[in-house]
């Protein structure tokens, strides 16, 4: 797993020698994938990162993002609603198309790992603190979006994430019957990402 990440974030600096430097946040749109039984809705939260990346000089680019993300989703049930939180780190790995040197495509992959999991809920069951453990701590997916820079320095995008794997545990090891806002059927992440940022 090790050199795998290692792989991961270097590739662009195996491309080129010159390498950009780029921060960014903006705000996530969330949801699951056919909830099942408790009425999910979309969440809004944050997300702030930086990436690195070649100088564009050809059609064709790469670049390597380190994001923090807050995801997960609203819901209501017969007797409960409430948030769920999901805090993820997220590392994609990009293509970049350079349409023109203010307009770019991206598409690629990422990997995500859990980092925090909590419930606010109306009907607080005593299983909100515990939720971490109902979730899988790793994720993958695929991502693509669209960037543009209305002069140099700014720039301001749009990116769809589609997980491919599902965030509940079949059995949350030593945590208990799930709470009646978890999921009953696997569900994956889809979220949403609108962002500004500079890079130098």
């Known amino acids: 797993m090790k050199k795998l990440l290692t792989v991961f974030f270097l590739l662009p600096f195996l491309c080129s020698a010159q390498i950009g430097i780029g921060f960014k946040a903006g705000l996530n749109f969330a949801n699951v994938t056919d909830p099942g039984g ?36 609203d819901f209501k049930t017969n007797s409960n609603t409430g948030i769920v939180d999901l805090d993820y780190l997220l ?3 990009l293509i970049t198309v350079n349409i023109t040197k203010r307009f770019e495509i991206h598409a690629g992959g990422q990997i995500a790992f859990l980092l925090n999991a909590k419930a606010d809920s109306s009907n607080n069951n005593g299983n909100s603190g515990s939720i971490f453990n109902y979730f899988n701590r790793f994720d993958y997916g695929i991502v693509g979006g669209v960037q543009v820079s209305p002069f140099s320095g700014l720039f301001i995008g749009a990116r769809i994430n589609i997980n491919l794997k599902n965030i509940n545990e079949e059995q ?15 569900v994956k992440n889809n979220v949403v990402q609108l962002y500004a940022g500079w890079r130098f």
Do not use: D, H
């Open 172 to 186: 949350a090891l030593g945590a208990g019957p799930p709470p009646n806002f978890f999921p009953r059927e696997f």
């Open 38 to 73: 408790i009425n999910a809705n979309s969440r809004s939260g944050y997300m702030i990162g930086a990436y690195i990346a070649p100088k564009a000089k050809k059609l064709f680019g790469f670049r390597s993002e380190i994001m923090l993300s807050r995801q997960g989703y």
């Open 91 to 93: 590392l994609p790995q």
